[in-house]
């Protein structure tokens, strides 16, 4: 099972883009890559998945080297509403997922 | 459109009582979760149902119990709870389980419940 690594906490400031990193050196040939948002008081909110190279969706991007031992959310012109925090996820399936604290991430104004 | 929805809200359960959280779903997802979080971590999974009439126990199984006679419906039981399992529930869905790639996940407003 792997895990991931990344940061407790960061700050930013409305407008700003926003990368987070994620750690996750043992991940397998079959693993993806998932991130997930969550406010408080609510359940996490899916927001990308990916395996390699680079994914956007209307929210978010996620690039991933080709080493796959690393990947990077960034959200672009982040405002207030965009902190909560951030898990990065790393499994061939939800049965394997493993969740680490994620990073809480603040906007400021 | 509902999605998932978990009774109750909140709980205060004495130690030794036993306690079924419910979930049902409308998005007639095959999978559903049961995790829980504890203040300042991720969720650990419970339990775990690929399909109606399946269950698999996840990393912390102890203490519970699920089952899941129909595609909407999985609760959560607690035989005899203890301050240990004070936390957050919740519940999730996905269109599949352990399939590749798997699916989002869904997830209701939790339950929080305190073990006295």
């Known amino acids: 099972l792997a895990k991931t690594t990344q940061p407790i906490s960061m700050d930013s400031y409305e407008g700003q883009e926003v990368n987070i990193t994620c750690s996750h050196n043992n991940i397998a040939t079959n693993d993806y890559i998932t991130w997930y948002q969550q406010f408080p008081s609510q359940g996490p909110r899916f927001i990308i998945q990916g395996y390699k190279t680079k994914v956007t969706n209307e929210v978010a991007s996620l690039f991933i080297p080709a080493d796959r031992k690393s990947s990077t959310l960034s959200l672009p012109r982040v405002s207030l509403s965009d902190t909560a925090v951030y898990y990065c996820l790393v499994g061939e399936g939800n049965y394997q997922l493993i969740w680490g604290a994620g990073t809480k991430l603040i906007i400021k104004p | 459109i509902a999605g998932i929805t978990q009774a109750p809200t909140s709980q205060i359960l004495a130690a030794g009582r036993r306690m079924t959280l419910r979930c049902t779903q409308d998005?007639?997802?095959?999978?559903m979760y049961w995790y829980r979080q504890d203040l300042g971590l991720g969720l650990r999974l419970i339990h775990y149902s690929n399909t109606a009439g399946t269950t698999g126990k996840g990393e912390v199984p102890d203490g519970y119990s699920v089952s899941r006679a129909n595609t909407d419906d999985f609760p959560l039981t607690l035989a005899s709870a203890v301050p240990s399992q004070t936390s957050v529930y919740f519940c999730?869905?996905?269109?599949?389980?352990?399939?590749?790639?798997?699916?989002?996940?869904?997830f209701g407003p939790g339950t929080r419940l305190t073990v006295l």
């Open positions: 998005m007639r997802h095959n999978a």
């Open positions: 999730a869905s996905s269109d599949s389980g352990g399939a590749i790639p798997y699916n989002e996940q869904f």
